[in-house]
């Protein structure tokens, strides 16, 4: 009996040691625990849309496991596009405690430097060779300020003509030839118009709709907001006059208030292209994958935005920079992460996860959902002549202060040439302060 | 034979070792199997009521938090109501302006604060690009046209779609509103977006769990994939058990098993529903298949080796048993099987050894029967000479000597003639009491011849003992020795008597005389002779009569019967033959 017992014991033992030894993983994903070794990099950022903030945590992880000297760690900070965070990145520089990493809205880093948030990486760059050429040159040029490296730039877009091509069918309309002129583009709007009970059932075109800002149509119009020589806003140029005049003429034509109605009634959704009830939309180029996620069977096109001349035909660019803040120790780590998101693995992940362009130019062209997909390509062989918003120091009160006059033509609270003369002074004046001030410095 | 041979077909060739580890295999792979099953059962059914309660438990925080965000806020817009009233601001516009501006920097979770104004059909707002509206036609305006709730009724909150400071993107939102008598309405707005990411949010289970805020009737409120708001649930999501204030439950979604929890808010009436794939809550089926595969491929060969350990255990005694028949059936009975087990196998192989060593005894005691018996037939054998010669030989003389008046001679050959007759008899085993008796007498007369009138003989015999059959042999040895050992050897005796006594079951022979006797010394060597069979000591082959007699009847009667030997020096000798009164069937 006590052989058997013996071989029982013995036998239990290799059994468990097996089974232990088998054990599944339960968990492929580490727990990155920050030991005291590791440098850890804290980043900001905040993106609309939960798949781009998960997607960025993902890249968080791949880069901890890439690197096992850092460790990253990515805080959502609600809303920092607007002035208010942006008053509480200075707090936090101010206060010693900045993040290492800042993922930006383009746009917001003249006004972020103007507040001495951010530091200079233009000797980082040079030394790990990050130049101009391998970006786009409105990227670099909203990173750049007083010939001084600011943030590297990382995602961008393009605004575009998107059009239904059924609707097209439907009102008679050749769905492969979309509106290329301002005049083409108002006759198609018309005929794919239709209301019932005297209310729009469908519309052709809501040229303030989503990404039809002054901006977009200043520029259609064939305006400039900024003459590089004599450093002054040029928000009252005629085109621009035109451009404005253009969207209260629409608003009136259409009744604004029945417009913003159908927009918003209660038994339709939310977005009124993707529902088919919109036939024509600017957007930008993000919403080829949003559509892909949420519409894939909306049949539609892109095209370039139609112009008056017919020909001249633009579009502009945002996106994110990477910044440094003022007072942090170890640049040379959080550039590390910097260099991964922008020109290394991790640009490549978010171009093939989110749809979202780079910056870089090259990990554009070689991404294979670029390559595949033919609405995306047509979109990135535009970044190259993209026009971008002019990289000043009041980027940000520009861009509010022509939405301020857009909608206040639209609701015909005020007369385009005189509200734009008064925007282009106050801006103006902004910038002849900062400029004296800069000077002072 | 068709019974025999069905049963032999069955069990031919399976020996009862492969029969044992079959046994065992089946007996430790069933288990294993059921427990596997049972824990996989067990675990999913913990797992789900878990998960199920985690989910619960967050989404009735998360209630928690957006029910008493809201009630604040309608708290705000009581209190601006009464700003209004109270500080008579309702026609400073400017003041008015400030105010709601104030609020709404505030509280970052505000996206609009709206006050309409009856009279003058305007719209002031909060907004920082649109400041007034001039209303046109209010039905464009879905708050200014949504109904108004009396507190009791409903907690007045309600989703709409309104525009952004730009006008370009509409944005669903969450309002509340207020009416004051003789001044307009006043609403504040809450974006979707904030309160998902603020409030609804799942930090556990981000990518798996699909949350829901859907109102009473069943309409999305709120949800990741915003192209479903304003949709209506589908039946199929919502189960007719959705009446409690929460709970869960499973069900089947385009052919996928998914976990529903939802809690409804008693403030806002509205449910909270969360889904969760079932594969993402059980462990997965596969891995639980490779596992389960893999435990019984590795406990196989375990299973197999305990089998056979086990099977050994009790298939080795068995197979030693066997091969101890073997050698019985080849004739040794001298085999005899050891173990030092304390089992049932101990018991046994005790019973083998016990069972073997009678078997041999028995053989021993027939084959020694046998060998007596043979040896009293030659002894027989021995006096027949020719039994016929003989009889007709007496027959002659006996006439001869009647002829011839001899009457002695006549009565002596008559005697003998019969003597033998009844002795040889016809070779049977066994013979009557009264047939020995009279045999007994025929030797007797003849001896009578010989000593005279004076040699006394006396035999009492019981009527109904005559018929009862005995061994032959056994009582006429027993008075020849009287008559040559006891009465020959002394003067003067003359005596033989014989009882044939029944008593209880037995029947007694008593046979005395009043010989010569037996010496003492002789008397006990031959009664310990008697009273120990097994002894074969009487090398010099004295008392062989009587030994034949003790033995034959100790082998056929059993140890209750035989010889008993009184004896007195001079005196005389009584010898007394137990048998039981039982007829031996010739």
Known sequence: MKKLAKYLIITVCIVSIILVGCQPEYSSKKINYISPNKQEITVWYHFNGSNINQRLKELADMFNDANPNYHVKMELVSDISTMGTLDKLIYAVNGGVPPDVVIVDRYLIGSAIEKGAFQDLTNLATKDNITKDMFYEFAWNDSTYNEKLYAIPFDTDVRLLYYNKQLFNEAGLNPNSPPTSIRELEEYAAKLTKQEHGEYIQMGFIPWMNEGYLYTWGWAFGGQYYDQQSERVTVNHDKIIDALQWLGYYSNQYDFEKIMYFLTREDYGIDAFAEERCAMMIGGSGKIAEYAQYYPELDYGVALIPTVENSDFITWSGGFGLAIPKGVEHKEAAFEFIKFMSIGEGATFFVDKTSHFVCSKKINTESKLIKDNGNYKFAVELLDKAYSRPPIIEGKMLWEELIYATTKVLNKQAIPNEILNEINNKINNSIDDNGNRWQNE | ?586
């Open chain 2, 1 to 586: 034979m068709v019974i025999g041979g069905k049963m032999n077909k069955t069990n031919k060739g399976i020996s009862i070792k492969i029969q044992l580890i079959v046994f065992f295999l089946i007996v430790m792979m069933i288990p294993t199997l059921l427990i596997n099953i049972g824990m996989y059962g067990l675990a999913s059914k913990t797992l789900k009521e878990r998960k199920a309660n985690d989910i619960l438990y967050s989404l009735s925080r998360s209630k928690e938090r957006l029910d008493t965000f809201l009630k604040d806020i309608d708290y705000k817009l009581i209190a601006l109501g009464l700003d209004i009233q109270n500080l008579n601001i309702d026609h400073d516009y400017e003041k008015l302006l400030y105010e709601i501006t104030r609020i709404k920097k505030l509280n970052p979770n505000i996206e609009s604060i709206n006050v309409f104004l009856d009279e003058e059909n305007r719209i002031i707002s909060s907004s920082e690009t649109q400041k007034e509206v001039l209303v046109k036609e209010s039905k464009y305006y879905n708050w200014l046209e949504a109904p108004i709730y009396m507190e009791k009724e409903n907690s007045g909150w309600l989703q709409t779609k309104y525009f952004n400071n730009n006008y370009n993107i509409p944005k669903r939102v969450f309002f509340i509103k207020k009416k004051i008598e003789d001044f307009g309405q006043i609403a504040i707005f809450i974006n979707e977006t904030t309160l998902r990411y603020n409030y609804m949010d799942n930090p556990i289970n981000e990518n798996e769990l699909n949350t829901f805020l859907i109102d009473e009737h069943g309409k999305i409120l709120s949800n990741k994939d915003i192209s479903m708001i304003g949709k209506y649930m589908d039946n199929v999501y919502m189960d007719k058990g959705v009446t409690k204030e929460e709970d869960w439950y499973i069900k089947n979604l385009n052919g996928e098993k998914m976990l529903m929890i939802y809690t409804t808010s008693s403030y806002t009436n509205w449910t909270y529903m969360s889904m969760i794939p079932m594969k993402n809550v059980l462990l997965d089926k596969r891995e639980v298949y490779r596992i389960i595969l893999l435990i019984n491929a590795i406990s196989l060969p375990i299973t197999i080796f305990l089998a056979i350990l086990f099977s050994k255990r009790i298939y080795q005694p068995i197979g030693e048993l066997k091969g101890a028949m073997k050698e019985v059936e080849k004739g040794n009975l001298n085999v005899q099987v050891y173990t030092c087990r304390k089992d049932e196998f101990n018991i046994l192989y005790h019973g083998f050894n016990r069972m073997i060593n009678r078997i041999k005894k028995l053989i021993q005691e027939l084959y020694h029967e046998k060998l007596l018996h043979k040896e009293a037939e030659l002894q027989n054998l021995q006096a027949q000479i020719n039994p016929h010669f003989l009889y007709n030989t007496l027959d002659t003389i006996h006439w001869m000597a009647r002829l011839n008046k001899m009457e002695e001679v006549s009565y002596l050959t008559f005697s003998l003639s019969n003597f033998y007759k009844l002795r040889l008899g016809d070779g049977k085993k066994y013979t009557t009491i009264g047939e020995t008796m009279e045999l007994v007498r025929e030797f007797l007369n003849i001896k009578r011849i010989k000593y005279g009138e004076d040699f006394a003989i006396e035999i009492n015999i019981q009527e109904d003992l005559n018929e009862v059959t005995i061994l032959k042999f056994i009582i006429q040895p027993i008075v020849e020795n009287a008559m040559y050992h006891g009465i020959e050897k002394k003067k003067g005796a003359n005596k033989i008597l014989i009882n044939v006594l029944s008593i209880s079951n037995y029947i007694i022979f008593k046979i005395e005389d009043d010989g010569l006797g037996i010496e003492e010394e002789k008397l006990k060597i031959l009664k310990k002779l008697l009273n120990d069979m097994e002894n074969e000591n009487n090398v010099e082959g004295k008392y062989s009569a009587l030994l034949n007699i003790q033995k034959r009847v100790k082998l056929k009667y059993g140890v209750n019967c035989g010889l008993n030997i009184e004896s007195q020096y001079n005196k005389g000798t009584k010898v007394t033959l137990k048998l039981p009164k039982t007829n031996i069937k010739i």
